[in-house]
């Protein structure tokens, strides 16, 4: 009789165990088959381009060398430092721009220069004069060809 109670104690207890243990391993299958399975971000034939490579929304960036010019202030004591990199809409950079670069220096320094310190120290200053740089870029180029423009670096004082 005692040892029909020890069985049942252990048979208890052993339930115990064993019914948190199944429903963890439960858990954790379910969870890898969400983040590695059919239920993921995405299937492979999502994520992969016609070549098989992952595919990215991202064009082909190019830095340009730092802009350092006076900015336009009546005493002329205020300068603006900016690196900025050209997002194109291709995966590479196309061939005219670098046959373009002295002239989209030369417009890029112009603008740049032709500035106010208190057009360009705001946040909305800083997005007008990305919109300005995309769209004297583009212009130069004579085609859509820059997506976006990012500063990397901007410094007024």
Known sequence: MADDTARKSRRKHAGRIFVPAVALLVLAAGSAAWLFGPFGAGTNAEAKGDAGELRSDVGALLALDPFVVNLADEDGSRYLKATIQLEFFGTR??????????????????????????????????????????????????RDLVKAVYFTEFVVQ
């Open 93 to 142: 950079v196309p061939n005219e721009v670098n046959a373009r670069l002295p002239q989209i220096r030369d417009l890029l320094l112009t603008l740049f220069s032709s500035k106010l310190f208190a057009d360009v120290r705001a946040t909305e200053g800083k997005a007008d004069l990305r919109e300005d740089i995309l769209n004297r870029v583009n212009q130069a180029l004579r």
